[in-house]
């Protein structure tokens, strides 16, 4: 018997009018698991990047989703920017935000909001990761130097000092007080980050190059208590604006590429330590100082050249002939 094309093929499709509600629910049910705080708070950042794209384009496509869906959604994701950066989201958490959604299908399905499961329709992401590069060191001058054509010279240099001189995010900068800051006889001291990520406050170290700028700031401040980066009228600084002032600062020493952010900085705090730093317990220090669980997760923030392979390198031929070995 002949077989033909069928021109009108049925479709596979879910009818997510209520993907936003499905939403709450995954997460609800996330936290009934006991899951970390902060696997439940990947998973609401993730799909909240899946709601911000339904918000536009499910209307569009009469809120369906099937497999052309879930490939416009993923070409949404490569054009959507980092709100702290500007840059495109990263190809890790584009696949992360996939692998939730397959979750989430396969969720509905063994609870029974959907008949089928639907989790086949999601692609996998492929890619490489780009080359991450770190400024260089008189690029680090530059941008430190540049915060005097700012119209807060004095706070803009304060912020590029405790970036570079501490590690900490900008949102933590952000949160900053004045008596957060506990000075040494040196110079030299503590900072007390009480509004850090996850809510997981913690206290770094900086040290006397850093302090002088701290110091500077709060004479200018003229104050012992409120916040240590303020906008108008006293007012703290928000993230965002922590953000833009490393910006302004990087334009102005003619750095404007790719990773050219506050999270830049924070990167080669983390490089800087793991070069530089002495000791079995220098490893810990820098995950202590960055705000990580672990070694593993400051280890994504190190970025080495080929040049550092060098540094004290010597291969076994070198040692051949070395009898006192």
Known sequence: ??????????????????????????????????????????????????????????????HQLDERAWQRFAAWMEQRPVQQTGEPLALSVRQKAMSVCRQMLKWCHRYRFLREDFSYQIPKITGEQPLRTLPRRNELRRIRDATAESHRPIRDAAIIAVLIGTGIRRAEASGLDVEDVEFYADGAGLIHVRHAKLGQSRTVAFDKACGEYVTELIDELGRTTGPLFTEWKDRRLSPKGVSEAVKRAMRAAGIDRRGSSAHALRRYFATDQARNSQGADSSKKNSMQMGHKSSRMTDHYIILSPEDLLDGFTSPLSRLDDDTM
């Open 1 to 62: 018997m002949p077989r033909s094309f069928n021109l009108q093929p049925e479709r596979a499709y879910i009818q997510a009018d209520a993907l936003p509600d499905i939403v709450d629910k995954y997460i609800a049910d996330a936290r009934l698991r006991r899951l970390k705080p902060e696997t439940v708070a990947s998973y609401e950042f993730l799909l909240a990047l899946l709601l911000e794209w339904w918000g536009t384009d499910g209307p569009v496509l009469n």
